[in-house]
């Protein structure tokens, strides 16, 4: 993978890595802290030794001594560096597991400039879920307040509807988002493509969520991350490129999440996401 040109860690985070892969250096790290670029060597070769040490410290310990953001950074380059070697990603089919070889594509995704640093950010954001509350017109001069989580896909569709084109960018970000973190860490809560919702159950669903099956997921992640794209805000904040990406190559986008879920956390993501309640 590629050296990311920021690696913005805590001193915590800092004092970690440096424990970990040069104990000797120890005496120095106030030095260390303004290198970026021999803290992203570091990260960048020895991710597997980081790993190793996160899997084998005392979890409590590993929480309070490192951000989500530095253990999502190390995470996904332990999962391009496996899917490497391997060569192969897994894909579900109905009860059957498919080897698909396409993880050279999804290691050369990573490696696109600002790849890692945008789904490091992505995945921070979900540990800690925000709620809201906006006020609805129900009818002329009936207004009514509705509370939503922005772990929602349902309400923060209607809640983007609801707003003015100028102010949807986030809201567009954060469905693309959303359905990305769900079918790439939590492939489980997706429903399957047989028991997915018909239209009819979709008109009917006032009063309940829809649930959605892998399909519609992509579908509307790859939709909002287009509308995210060419919002006038993606071009201020410099995020046009990525979205866009993520628009076009959001199938290769849920693979490293999926295996991170599934051989690098395994249960341990329900610590990390503890507020999660995907549909």
């Known amino acids: 993978m590629s050296v990311r040109k920021t690696v913005r860690l805590s001193d915590g985070d800092i004092r970690f890595l440096v424990e970990t892969v040069a104990p000797q250096l120890l005496s120095r790290l106030d030095v260390i802290k303004g290198d970026v670029r021999l803290i992203a060597g570091m990260l960048n070769q020895e991710a597997e030794k980081i790993f190793e ?48 070889f396409d993880a ?70 954060r469905i693309a988002d959303l359905c990305l973190f769900i079918l790439g860490m939590f492939p489980e809560h997706v429903m399957p493509s047989y028991q997915a919702a018909s239209k009819a159950d979709i008109a009917c669903a006032s009063l309940r969520r829809v649930r959605w099956s892998a399909e519609d997921y992509e579908e509307m992640g790859r939709r909002f991350y287009k509308l995210a794209s060419l919002h006038k805000d993606a071009d201020i904040l410099g995020l046009a490129g990525v979205l ?36």
């Open 53 to 100: 040490r996160i899997v084998l410290t005392d979890e409590e310990r590993v929480i309070t001594s490192i951000s989500p953001a530095f253990l999502f950074e190390v995470l996904l380059r332990k999962a391009a560096k496996d899917l490497r070697t391997q060569g192969y990603t897994i894909e579900k089919a109905g009860f059957q597991k498919v080897p698909v």
């Open 104 to 173: 050279r594509e999804v290691v050369d995704f990573l490696s696109e400039e600002g790849t890692v640093e945008y789904l490091v950010d992505m995945l921070t954001s979900f540990t800690k879920i925000r709620s809201f509350a906006i006020a609805v017109r129900v009818r002329k001069g009936i207004w009514r307040r509705f509370r939503f989580s922005d772990m929602d896909v349902d309400s923060l569709i209607k809640f983007c509807e609801s707003v003015d084109d100028e102010h949807r960018f986030a809201f567009y970000k």
């Open 244 to 279: 866009h990406r993520f628009h076009r190559k959001f199938s290769l986008a849920r693979k490293p999440l999926t295996y991170i879920s599934e051989n690098l956390l395994k249960s341990k993501k329900r610590k990390l996401f503890p507020s999660i309640s995907p549909n």
